[in-house]
């Protein structure tokens, strides 16, 4: 690991957030990568809401943070966008510190966004990034006080789509793996995740990870609910059933699935809340968080 800096301080909404280590994912040679041009280099933006929203990563990286009283568990968080940016404040931040207070120990990670720029084969490489990052996890659990039989990952969006990905495509390793370390997260919570690459498929992140005119078998393959088998990890997920960018039949088909395959999942359809909304649903005063803690707590994690 390189690049580690201590103590990063994040602010938003008048609350200060502690991030113990950021550092780059990979050690060496980032895979599947070509020669960044001077023109891309990466953007973060504040938005009108304070929201912070990153573009344009080339140099992917975990940002660990660490819960003072650490119960074991540990959870990946992939923030969506799109793959085409990373909102990083509502569904990085924010969430991460909700989940120190439970002590967990939370990674946000900055993965790189499809481009055909700055990658080889812009369709394997943010799932590159996902298995790389569970990958450090388990390798440094001793030093992290992790157990490696407790590792989550979890989605936004196109986030959400990034870790069932990684739920159904961890047997074929796309990192150097020498140590055979397993890729399999032990649970996944999907939020207003984008699944499939059909009929009900966000169009954008489609668009951004498969391109416009993608074959038949590579939109099967990056259809979620059409990877599942009995191995594919507990899930936990959300949505809103008026979400119009992300139509809830993606987390129906995919409960659907994890039920066929007989997979534990526990599935919360709010009535509504759009998408987009990260740790807070407004229009209603049940919270997904609480409910996924209670359904964490019930498997063991």
Not at 98 to 108: E, M, P, R, S, Y
Request: with cysteine; proline share 5%.
């Amino acid at each position: 690991m390189k690049k580690i800096f201590l103590l990063l301080i994040v602010v938003f909404t008048s609350q200060i957030i502690m991030a113990q280590e950021v550092f780059d994912l990979y050690p060496g040679k980032i895979p599947n990568a070509k020669i960044t041009p001077v023109t891309y280099q990466e953007i973060a933006d504040t938005a009108k809401d304070g929201k912070v929203r990153i573009r344009q990563v080339s140099v992917p990286q975990l940002i660990a943070f660490y819960p003072q009283n650490p119960n074991g568990t540990s959870v990946i968080i992939c923030p969506g966008g799109g793959y085409a940016i990373l909102a990083i404040t509502h569904e990085g931040y924010q969430v991460a510190e909700a989940l120190n207070k439970q002590g967990i120990t939370a990674f946000i990670l900055k993965y790189r966004l499809p481009s055909d720029e700055i990658m080889v084969d812009k369709t394997i490489g943010p799932l590159q990034d996902a298995q790389q990052a569970i990958k450090t996890v388990r390798e440094n659990a001793k030093k992290w006080s992790l157990d490696t039989v407790k590792v989550g990952i979890m989605g936004f969006s196109a986030g959400g789509h990034l870790a069932s990905t990684l739920g159904t495509h961890y047997q074929k390793w796309l990192v150097d793996n020498p140590n055979k370390i397993n890729l399999r997260p032990n649970f996944m919570v999907l939020g207003y995740p984008v699944i499939t690459m059909a009929e009900f498929a966000h169009q954008g992140s489609k668009n951004n990870l498969l391109g416009k005119n993608p074959s038949e078998e590579l939109m099967k393959s990056y259809s979620s609910h059409l990877q599942v088998n009995q191995n594919t990890p507990p899930t936990f997920i959300f949505h809103a059933n008026d979400d119009k960018s992300v139509p809830s039949e993606n987390s129906i088909d995919f409960v659907r699935a994890l039920k066929q395959a007989k997979v534990k999942s526990q599935f919360y359809l709010y009535q509504a809340g759009g998408h987009g909304y990260g740790m807070e649903n407004k229009l209603s005063k049940d919270s997904w968080f609480d409910i996924m803690i209670n359904w964490m707590s019930l498997n063991g994690f």
